[in-house]
């Protein structure tokens, strides 16, 4: 069974880099088909994809979020990590790591998101 | 403002058949990708739910059911029980600047 868990910081100063790492247990960061993703929801909002790294490196970060987001992956601890530069209030949200799958075993190809951490609460403040 | 759209809440007494609509565009559902839904209680993980439009994962009950034409896609809870109550989220790709995948803003649940 693949469980995935967040650490860092909880506060985070403004005009600061927000650093977060998910621990993986029941897999390799560096095989698979596999999506290494953020998911962030700030307060009273809806989930809120950030970006993946994917097992080969390939990165794919949300639009709005590209200039200043970088997901990296360390196979030598099976984790993964975010870093979130230049962070201002409205990056306030929990936090969640999610192992992404390209999942081809029927007919068709489908990505989606497989296992998810509990999440972690980050709050932007000075 | 979410690229997909669901409706902010809805509610059904046990029993009943409730439905969560996901509308987008021809940038993401239209153009032909996958919706994918999960069922989040605040404080848990997200749960995966329905993969590829209409696939349900094993494990998940029967009576979760998923279906997508044109530009839009839906959720199905035939039966609902009071375990249900929860936010529905869906999701899938959309192909505007640069390509990225999206969520919907979420639907509140409420077994009454």
């Known amino acids: 069974q693949v469980q995935l868990q967040e650490s860092g910081p909880g506060l985070v100063r403004p005009s600061e880099t927000l650093s977060l790492t998910c621990t993986v247990s029941g897999g390799a960061v560096n095989s698979g088909p596999y999506y290494w993703s953020w998911v962030r929801q700030p307060p009273g909002k809806g989930l809120e994809w950030i970006g993946y790294r994917y097992s080969s490196g390939n990165t794919n970060y949300y639009p709005s979020l590209r200039s200043r987001v970088a997901i990296f992956l360390d196979p030598s601890k099976d984790q993964f990590s975010l870093k979130l530069t230049s962070v201002t209030a409205a990056d306030t949200a929990v936090y969640y790591c999610a192992r992404g799958v390209l999942d081809c075993s029927g007919a068709s190809c489908y990505e989606y998101f497989q296992y998810w951490g509990r999440g972690t609460q980050v709050t932007v403040s000075s | 403002q979410s690229v997909l759209t669901q409706p902010p809440s809805v509610s059904g007494a046990p029993g009943q058949r409730v439905t969560i609509s996901c509308s987008g565009s021809s940038s993401n559902i239209g153009a032909g990708y996958e919706v994918h839904w999960y069922k989040h209680l605040p404080g848990t993980p997200p749960k995966l739910l329905i993969y590829g439009n209409d696939n349900r994962p094993s494990g998940v009950p029967v009576r979760f059911s998923g279906s997508k034409s044109g530009t839009s896609a839906s959720l199905a809870i035939t039966g609902v029980q009071v375990e249900d109550e929860a936010d529905y989220y869906c999701?899938?790709?959309?192909?505007?600047?640069?390509?990225?995948?999206?969520f919907g803003g979420g639907t509140k649940l409420t077994v009454l």
């Open positions: 999701q899938s790709y959309d192909t505007g600047l640069s390509g990225s995948w999206v």
